[in-house]
Nanobody
Framework: QVQLVESGGGLVQPGGSLRLSCAAS????????MGWYRQAPGKARELVAT???????TYADSVKGRFTISRDNIKNTMYLQMNSLKPEDTAVYYC?????????????WGQGTQVTVSS
């Protein structure tokens, strides 16, 4: 089982920056990919960015060029650097990790961290 703890959210003005962190513990050797997701009030949870164990990354079109996902394998921590933030980026941001368990892939979630972009 994988445990995830996010941090780094907060209130920022439009055009500002934030860096989110996601610390992983537990069966981290079984993780095949990790990602950031977000959920705004009244909307479904959506994918923001992913990173595989090989370091391959993907981004939602809405954040390309503004957000950067990365990871530190020594610290077992994933990051999301968010620049040029817009009010529409306001959401609860969740860290997710896909772990291989036998023939299955199981996703674990963190508790979420609030990001509010407002003047």
């Amino acid at each position: 089982q994988v445990q995830l703890v996010e941090s780094g959210g907060g209130l920022v003005q439009p055009g500002g920056s934030l860096r989110l962190s996601c610390a992983a513990s537990g069966s981290i050797f079984s993780i095949t990919a990790m990602g950031w997701y977000r959920q705004a009030p009244g909307k479904a949870r959506e994918l923001v960015a992913t990173i595989t164990i090989r370091g391959s990354t993907t981004y939602a079109d809405s954040v390309k060029g503004r957000f950067t996902i990365s990871r530190d394998n020594i610290k077992n921590t994933m990051y999301l650097q968010m620049n040029s933030l817009k009010p529409e980026d306001t959401a609860v941001y969740y860290c997710g990790a896909d772990a291989s368990v036998g023939s299955r892939s199981i996703r674990s979630w963190g508790q979420g961290t609030q990001v509010t972009v407002s003047s």
